[in-house]
């Protein structure tokens, strides 16, 4: 199964671009990686997700490098509002049909 | 449409106390999972299931029973509650058409101690 390495904390300035790493290097050729944050005491809420490609929508840009062993999500002006932990998360093949394993993210707190 | 929806959102037991989870979702999702979050631990996958009628254990799946009755809700079930299952439970759904390719939809989560 493939799983993720993220940096436990990061911090970034408000207004900044907030890049967060993580690092896949077992992903299969068809798994997707796939971005999700929880701010405190709410449910995980999804960002974005990407199989190959660089995505964009309008919470965030994802890079995914050629190789596909690590990605890079971008806030691209990062608010207060965006404080919260980050999972990095791929699709597990097998029996679990479409499961997903949560690592323990990173938490990213944009300070004023 | 509001989405998934957890019931109750706040709850104690006593050890040794049974108590049902509810989850509800409006997507007409096939797929819906169970997780339970504790401090510094992340989401560890409880039971899981892919439709209507079918339910699959998880990481964590010990003390724990589910049913899949209706498409719309997944409950979960505690027969003999433990201190150890003092957490926070979040219910998420998916749809299965692209089930490659579909994020998940979570809920806002039951807080359940248990003394």
């Known amino acids: 199964d493939a799983k993720t390495t993220q940096p436990p904390s990061m911090d970034c300035a408000e207004g900044r671009a907030a890049n967060l790493p993580c690092n896949h290097s077992t992903i299969s050729g068809n798994e997707y990686v796939y971005w999700y944050r929880q701010i405190h005491s709410q449910g995980p809420q999804y960002i974005i997700h990407?199989?190959?490609n660089n995505e964009t929508n309008e919470m965030a840009s994802l890079i995914i490098t050629e190789d596909r062993k690590s990605s890079t999500l971008i806030l691209p002006h990062a608010t207060l509002r965006d404080t919260a932990v980050y999972y990095c998360?791929?699709?597990?093949?097998?029996?679990?049909?479409?499961?997903?394993?949560f690592g323990k993210g990173t938490k990213l707190s944009v300070k004023p | 449409n509001a989405g998934v929806t957890q019931t109750p959102k706040f709850r104690v037991l006593k050890t040794g106390q049974s108590m049902t989870l509810l989850c509800a979702q409006d997507?007409?999702?096939?797929?819906m999972y169970w997780y339970r979050q504790d401090p510094g631990m992340g989401l560890r996958l409880i039971h899981y299931?892919?439709?209507?009628?079918?339910?699959a254990k998880g990481e964590v799946p010990d003390g724990y029973n589910v049913s899949r009755l209706k498409k719309q809700n997944f409950l979960l079930g505690l027969e003999s509650a433990a201190p150890s299952q003092t957490s926070v439970y979040f219910c998420a759904s998916r749809a299965a058409a692209i089930a490659y390719n579909s994020p998940l939809h979570f809920g806002n989560g039951t807080r359940l101690t248990v003394t």
């Open positions: 299931s892919v439709g209507e009628g079918t339910t």
């Open positions: 998360i791929v699709r597990v093949r097998g029996g679990s049909q479409g499961n997903l394993i």
């Open positions: 997507m007409n999702h096939e797929y």
């Open positions: 990407g199989l190959k």
